[in-house]
């Protein structure tokens, strides 16, 4: 497979690096595939640490009040991949399924869907749906608190999929293929494809497993960092 620029550089940056910080017992496998093997270490994803900081701070801060929803009883969905956005077959199938919904649909509308949306007019479906609930974006604390009450979420965002694990939210990825296939495979995210598959009753029927296995560490990655970087320094104080 053909590498892109980020995966090259990630590649280079990895075989001429003192420590490696995983943050996954997978990324260390991928590592060890490369024949990486010395001063890695699985120290947990400090996406998590920020997520449990960022969070809590989001909750002193925003209140739900704020949107109108009531907690766990409404959907987030995030749509803004060229995937999604540049296939009026995609962005139907997805509208409609949501139109189909019995739950509130909240959907912090990105501007190329927004513009895709009216380019392909599909705008009526929306506004004729009156469980779908369009809003412009929202900061980074505010989506942090509407993914942590939602129902379930429906994205097409990688890091939106790892914040849902976070918070212990069911997820459905609109995509063929995730970054994270460590929550699909403990059965907590689920790839949809919308135009081979009934999203709304993909929905409706999809039951997360478990959100108890620690994917990403205890929260405490940067503290971990830390403690191995003045470990490493101090015993390598020539370099």
Request: charged content about 30%.
């Amino acid at each position: 497979n053909k590498k892109m620029p980020e995966e090259i550089n990630r590649v280079l940056t990895d075989h001429v690096s003192n420590l490696l910080f995983a943050p996954t017992e997978k990324a260390v496998e991928n590592l060890r595939k490369e024949s990486i093997i010395e001063n890695v270490f699985n120290v947990g994803d400090v996406m998590y640490d920020a997520f449990l900081y960022n969070s809590a701070l989001a909750e002193e801060k925003y209140s739900l009040e704020k949107f109108g929803l009531e907690s766990k009883k409404y959907l987030l969905a995030t749509i803004h991949r060229a995937e999604n956005t540049d296939s009026r077959e995609h962005l139907l199938a997805i509208f409609k399924s949501f139109s189909e919904l019995e739950d509130i649909v909240f959907l912090p509308l990105h501007p190329r869907t927004k513009h895709k949306l009216e380019e392909y007019g599909l705008t009526e479906i929306v506004q004729k749906a009156d469980n779908i609930k369009i809003v412009e974006p929202v900061s980074y604390l505010e989506m942090l608190l509407l993914e942590k009450h939602a129902k379930a979420i429906v994205t097409d965002s990688g890091g939106v999929q790892k914040e849902a694990y976070f918070a212990k939210v069911p997820c459905l990825t609109l995509r063929t293929e995730t970054e994270w296939v460590e929550t699909v495979e403990v059965g907590c995210n689920r790839l949809v494809n919308p135009i081979k598959e009934d999203l709304a009753k993909v929905i409706q029927q999809f039951q997360p497993t478990d959100f108890s296995i620690p994917l990403y560490g205890d929260g405490k990655a940067s503290e971990k960092i830390a403690e191995i970087i003045v470990k490493f320094l101090s015993e390598n104080s020539h370099l």
